[in-house]
């Protein structure tokens, strides 16, 4: 079967850097693609050039294909941005790595989630948006939704903002949905709690995930297979399994080296990526 989206030679360039080169990736239906790499690798501005969220300072080339829904396939990069905005929110979303940057700090929270459903469906009213919106809240087990549906971002925890933001994400069981780094502010308790939720809401909708994180550790709790990135390039594919295991490139041997353990040598320094 055709890929659901398929990316060929992915380059990316701001002005005279070029932050991506070469990058060719596939996620299939239902499947989850972990993307890691050291900050600064290309990982975001991959994943953001997939809805055209990039931004007129970049030079994008390459292909993205996209399956639709009619099976028939579009390059993302070369549609109108009048089809990419019928796309976003609908059949691919994005969770973005700081709730408190994504979310409006002066709107109410459940305003905020109820025009998620507004945006993207023109025949919802405003006690159907409302309706939606304490359901998305509720899938994501926040707590007395309809009384705390006034509140602010600032009067929720980093873990309770993070779930409102999957639920704006998820509001419309999106075909894929790209998660960038959603854990990374959060300690370790809440960030499992985050995982496990995402994990469930993704096997229950059956959609795909693209999944970045520095975090090897993490990517492999939730990843079928792991795509490694380095300085703009994918150096490294496979399933999880054997790249946690068995890797072949050198660079993932080192950002593997460099994660520190119960039996690390604490009088010797971690190892550094090559």
Same mark, same amino acid.
Request: hydrophobic share 50%; proline share 5%; net charge positive.
């Given at each position: 079967m055709t890929p659901l989206v398929e990316i060929s030679d992915l380059r990316i360039r701001f002005g005279a850097t070029e932050a991506v080169r070469g990058v060719t990736l596939h996620i299939?239906?239902?499947?989850?693609? $972990?993307?890691?790499?050291?900050?600064?690798?290309?990982?975001?501005? &991959? *994943? @953001?050039?997939?809805?055209?969220?990039? !931004?007129?300072a970049a030079d994008v080339t390459g292909q993205i294909r996209w399956r639709g829904s009619d099976g028939g396939t579009v390059d993302l990069l070369r549609q109108p941005e009048s089809v990419l905005r019928?796309?976003? $929110?609908?059949?691919?979303?994005?969770?973005?790595?700081?709730?408190? &940057? *994504? @979310?409006?700090?002066?709107?109410?929270? !459940?305003?905020?989630?109820a025009e998620c459903a507004l945006a993207h469906d023109r025949s919802c009213t405003g006690r159907e948006a409302r309706r939606r919106a304490i359901a998305a809240l509720e899938s994501v087990a926040i707590p007395e939704v309809v009384r705390r549906y006034e509140d602010y971002p600032h009067q929720f925890s980093g873990g309770q903002r993070?779930?409102?933001?999957?639920?704006?994400?998820?509001?419309?069981?999106?075909?894929?949905?790209?998660a960038d780094e959603p854990t990374t502010a959060l300690d370790v308790t809440v960030q499992a709690q985050i995982l496990e939720l995402l994990l469930g809401l993704q096997r229950e909708h059956g959609?795909?995930?693209?999944?970045?994180?520095?975090?090897?550790?993490?990517?492999?709790?939730?990843a079928h297979r792991i795509a490694v990135m380095r300085q703009g390039e994918i150096v490294e594919t496979g399933a999880s399994r054997r790249v946690l295991t068995?890797?072949?490139?050198?660079?993932?041997?080192?950002?593997?080296?460099?994660?520190?353990?119960?039996?690390?040598?604490?009088?010797?320094p971690l190892a550094t990526p090559a």
């Open positions: 299939d239906d239902g499947e989850v693609l $972990g993307l890691v790499g050291e900050s600064g690798s290309g990982k975001s501005a &991959t *994943a @953001l050039a997939i809805p055209g969220l990039l !931004g007129s019928s796309l976003r $929110g609908r059949e691919i979303a994005m969770i973005f790595q700081e709730p408190m &940057t *994504a @979310l409006n700090p002066v709107m109410k929270i !459940g305003r905020q989630v993070q779930r409102i933001l999957i639920a704006m994400a998820l509001m419309h069981r999106p075909r894929l949905v790209i959609m795909a995930m693209l999944f970045i994180s520095h975090d090897l550790a993490v990517v492999g709790k939730v068995a890797p072949a490139h050198e660079y993932t041997r080192s950002l593997l080296a460099a994660v520190p353990t119960m039996h690390t040598d604490r009088a010797r």
